[in-house]
């Protein structure tokens, strides 16, 4: 069985599948190439800070962009304003939060529009369908401090409120834990895993699961630690 068709049979079966970095390279390689990897990963060096952190958190940087995607094309929007209700995100829900945008050179770019191919491949296997998708996409910084830990879902288990999400990894330094969970809905944990190499990936079917990553603290407080992912969600449009 194929990467691809591994993980689209695990995500119908249990509604998730973690692909490790070396099956996620060889499932994104079907899709087109990661070129600018190097550049990709970089760029995660320059977000800036969520202001909207409504625990009065500090560790969180981030940067958005919205595409659509139907049939062949895949364009970017316009910038908009992210939106969750508080049934979704009781603790940062409920308002338009409007962050900086994804830079041009990265959201462009061959590994960014590898990645939104392979995604709508998938999705569109699992579904059976061909839908138009409004697509999210979300760089995410968490820093970890001697004074603040960080939190990757400071709202707990969650649903991100849209059909399908991927969290994949790019890079983390210098920290603990990070533990990813998934639950179905009515609260039993379906499965545990943590990110830990980059391209390390969860891939979850929104509407049957819940998942929630624990915080992650400093292994050295003397150093920067942090954990860099890029969220994908998908929603027919």
């Known amino acids: 069985m194929s990467t691809p068709e591994r993980l689209n049979d695990e995500i ?15 499932a994104l390689e079907t899709s087109g190439a990661l070129t600018d990897w190097t550049a990709f990963a970089a760029s995660w060096e320059d977000l800036g800070p969520d202001t909207y952190m409504a625990d009065g958190g500090r560790y969180r940087k981030r940067r958005h962009a919205v595409y659509r995607a139907e049939g062949k094309a895949i364009l970017r929007q316009p910038a908009q304003p992210h939106y969750q209700s508080r049934d979704y995100n009781p603790l940062n829900g409920g308002i338009e939060r409007w ?13 960014m529009l590898t990645i939104l191919r392979f995604c709508q491949a998938l999705f569109e296997s699992v579904d059976a369908s061909h839908p138009a998708w409004h697509i999210e996409i979300h760089q995410f910084r968490i820093e970890a401090r001697r004074d603040e830990a960080g939190r990757p879902t400071p709202e707990g288990m969650h649903r991100d409120g849209v059909d399908y999400v991927l969290v994949l990894l790019v890079g983390r330094r ?62 027919k449009a």
Request: proline share 8%; net charge negative; charged share 25%.
């Open 12 to 26: 119908r079966t249990a509604g998730f599948t973690f692909a490790d970095a070396d099956s996620m390279h060889s």
């Open 99 to 111: 962050f900086e945008p994804v830079r041009d050179d990265i959201g462009d770019g061959p590994t």
């Open 174 to 235: 210098n920290i603990a834990s990070g533990v990813t969970s998934v639950h179905d809905l009515t609260g039993r944990e379906l499965g545990s895993f943590t990110l830990t190499h980059p391209l390390d990936s969860a891939l979850l079917d929104d509407r049957r699961v819940m998942h929630g990553v624990t915080p992650v603290a400093p292994e050295d407080p003397a150093e920067p630690g942090y954990r860099d992912v890029l969220v994908v969600t998908f929603r």
